[in-house]
């Protein structure tokens, strides 16, 4: 039997059942408009598998995704809508009129579209640099201000286009960094298709000493291919291995683990932090690049820090609102025992071209002797 499917099919039937009752005021007609918000979710298959011709598949990726924009935002207000009136509703009805209403329910509809134009105009601007200060407090002065770049959740595929790389790309040349790490999920779908959106990292190894590991999204299709591409260009791929930068005289360990991901194309596969240090102990400082933050317990017995992403910090409301009861180190700078964590929130974005209480981001971190 695959749960999966199950669960998948069980939960929209739910939801399903949920429009039909709680999109209020307009009569039999909820329940169309709860079967066209769910029918069009089920064509998101089509999309994954990419099986339709591209100019089809740019249509319905494009509809599919602003349905499940637009349904987040609206099962969430109808959810409070329900949490705040329903128990009034019991004690005094008539309270209850105007907000179980069809002009309540159209409001809350156009509101959620709303947010989704919103979302859609703060993805296509692209990302931004933010500087974020590492605190170091028991290594060596020579230390301080060693500067990395950190890109990560590029997603170079159907919804990040060459133009879009090229632009970060652009804004990473012109900072002062001395190394560039990416931390994964840099392209995403088919090597064939999607191989040129990415051409214009070759501009970036020609500036700076580039280090990459695997997310999870590199082992959906073309595994080999893209790890293959990334060396080819010049780029140091760590997996479950490490290297040294040298910085004033001073050495700093770069760590590199696999994605748990690659378990699914190779059983054999997946991280090993313990082996990613093998060999390179005499370091003054140690960095690992780990596409998910969650391996930080196991990490911070090793490491001073770990550069991850992702999360996409939530992405988009109401997700950014809950990221951080699955994820502890679901955004930013955080503290895990004795070393620092930083979660990228994403160079680019996934599915939904939404950021909604969040922003892409490239990442320029600063060890900053405290």
Same mark, same amino acid.
Not at 132 to 142: D, F, K, L
Not at 205 to 218: I, K, L, M, P
Not at 311 to 327: E, V, Y
């Given at each position: 039997?695959?749960?999966?499917?199950?669960?998948?099919?069980? #939960?929209?039937?739910?939801?399903?059942?949920?429009?039909?009752?709680?999109?209020?005021?307009?009569?039999?007609?909820?329940?169309?408009?709860?079967?066209?918000?769910?029918?069009?979710?089920?064509?998101?298959?089509?999309?994954?598998?990419?099986?339709?011709?591209?100019?089809?598949?740019?249509?319905?990726?494009?509809?599919?995704?602003?349905?499940?924009? =637009?349904?987040?935002?609206?099962?969430?207000?109808?959810? =409070?809508?329900?949490?705040?009136?329903?128990?009034?509703?019991?004690?005094?009805?008539?309270?209850? +009129?105007?907000?179980?209403?069809?002009?309540?329910?159209?409001?809350?509809?156009?509101?959620?579209?709303?947010?989704?134009?919103?979302?859609?105009?703060?993805?296509?601007?692209?990302?931004?640099?933010?500087?974020?200060? =590492?605190?170091?407090?028991?290594?060596?002065?020579?230390?301080?201000?060693?500067?990395?770049?950190? +890109?990560?959740?590029?997603?170079?595929?159907?919804?990040?286009?060459?133009?879009?790389?090229?632009?970060?790309?652009?804004?990473?040349? $012109?900072?002062?960094?001395?190394?560039?790490?990416?931390?994964?999920?840099?392209?995403?779908?088919?090597?064939?298709?999607?191989?040129?959106?990415?051409?214009?990292?070759?501009?970036?190894?020609?500036?700076?000493? #580039?280090? *990459?590991?695997?997310?999870?999204?590199?082992?959906? $299709?073309?595994?080999?291919?893209?790890?293959? *591409?990334? $060396?080819?260009?010049? +780029?140091?791929?760590?997996?479950?291995?490490?290297?040294?930068?040298?910085?004033?005289?001073?050495?700093?360990?770069?760590?590199?683990?696999?994605?748990?991901?690659?378990?699914?194309?190779?059983?054999?596969?997946?991280?090993?932090?313990?082996?990613?240090?093998?060999?390179?102990?005499?370091?003054?400082?140690?960095?690992?690049?780990?596409?998910?933050?969650?391996?930080?317990?196991?990490?911070?017995?090793?490491?001073?820090?770990?550069?991850?992403?992702?999360?996409?910090?939530?992405?988009?409301?109401?997700?950014?609102?809950?990221?951080?009861?699955?994820?502890?180190?679901?955004?930013?700078?955080?503290?895990?025992?004795?070393?620092?964590?930083?979660?990228?929130?994403?160079?680019?974005?996934?599915?939904?071209?939404?950021?909604?209480?969040?922003?892409?981001?490239?990442?320029?971190?600063?060890?900053?002797?405290?």
């Amino acid at each position: 039997m695959n749960w999966f499917l199950l669960i998948a099919v069980s #939960v929209f039937l739910l939801i399903f059942v949920f429009l039909g009752f709680r999109i209020t005021g307009i009569g039999s007609n909820s329940w169309f408009m709860a079967a066209a918000f769910i029918g069009l979710i089920f064509l998101y298959p089509l999309v994954w598998y990419g099986v339709l011709p591209d100019k089809i598949d740019r249509i319905v990726r494009f509809i599919v995704h602003i349905d499940m924009g =637009i349904l987040s935002s609206l099962i969430v207000f109808l959810l =409070i809508r329900d949490v705040l009136f329903v128990p009034i509703s019991l004690i005094k009805p008539e309270w209850s +009129i105007v907000a179980f209403s069809k002009y309540t329910t159209y409001s809350l509809s156009f509101i959620s579209t709303l947010l989704l134009v919103v979302g859609f105009i703060n993805a296509k601007r692209g990302s931004r640099i933010v500087d974020v200060e =590492i605190p170091v407090e028991n290594s060596p002065s020579e230390l301080d201000n060693f500067t990395i770049l950190q +890109i990560s959740d590029l997603h170079a595929g159907a919804g990040i286009d060459e133009k879009y790389v090229e632009n970060v790309i652009n804004q990473s040349l $012109k900072t002062n960094a001395d190394i560039v790490v990416l931390t994964g999920d840099i392209a995403d779908g088919s090597f064939e298709k999607y191989e040129k959106n990415l051409k214009s990292l070759s501009r970036l190894v020609d500036r700076f000493s #580039v280090y *990459y590991v695997t997310g999870n999204h590199e082992y959906l $299709k073309d595994s080999e291919k893209w790890i293959s *591409y990334f $060396k080819s260009l010049g +780029i140091k791929v760590l997996m479950n291995e490490n290297t040294t930068v040298h910085f004033n005289g001073k050495s700093i360990l770069l760590a590199g683990i696999i994605d748990p991901s690659a378990k699914e194309v190779n059983p054999d596969s997946g991280p090993d932090v313990k082996n990613s240090l093998e060999g390179n102990y005499k370091v003054d400082y140690k960095i690992l690049l780990a596409h998910q933050p969650n391996i930080a317990k196991e990490a911070s017995e090793h490491f001073d820090l770990q550069l991850s992403g992702h999360t996409h910090a939530g992405q988009f409301f109401p997700w950014n609102l809950f990221i951080n009861i699955t994820q502890p180190y679901a955004k930013g700078l955080n503290r895990c025992d004795k070393m620092w964590v930083y979660t990228n929130s994403g160079t680019g974005y996934w599915g939904p071209p939404f950021r909604l209480g969040t922003r892409s981001e490239i990442t320029l971190l600063h060890l900053v002797k405290k």
